[in-house]
């Protein structure tokens, strides 16, 4: 089965930036859509940016020009680049796959921006 581990959380001030690793492990088919969700307390969970195999993407109006999707398919990576933090960003992360016709989700890990 495919396994999905997040890293690169942390806290950080109001404009910073952090960079989001998602590791994926298992048989991924080439054709592909990873993810990235985020969920604050009293929130659904909601897209914040995907990309697929081809590398075609897409974004919440909330965070396009500042964040930035990529994957690196030799390293089994996905990341994701967040530039101009603000408090509004504060969530948990979540990493998503889908593959093979199946989701894949990622344990998350905490954003936290400061005022």
């Known amino acids: 089965q495919v396994q999905l581990v997040e890293s690169g959380g942390g806290l950080v001030q109001a404009g910073g930036s952090l960079r989001l690793s998602c590791a994926a492990s298992g048989m991924i088919l080439r054709f592909n859509t990873a993810g990235w969700y985020r969920q604050a307390p009293g929130k659904q969970r909601e897209l914040v940016a995907a990309?697929?195999?081809?590398?075609?993407?897409n974004y919440a109006d909330s965070v396009k020009g500042r964040f930035a999707i990529s994957r690196d398919n030799a390293k089994n990576t996905a990341y994701l680049q967040m530039n101009s933090l603000k408090p509004e960003d504060t969530a948990r992360y979540y990493c998503?796959?889908?593959?093979?016709?199946?989701?894949?989700w990622g344990q998350g890990t905490q954003v936290t921006v400061s005022s």
């Open positions: 990309i697929t195999s081809g590398r075609s993407t």
């Open positions: 998503h796959l889908f593959s093979s016709g199946r989701d894949y």
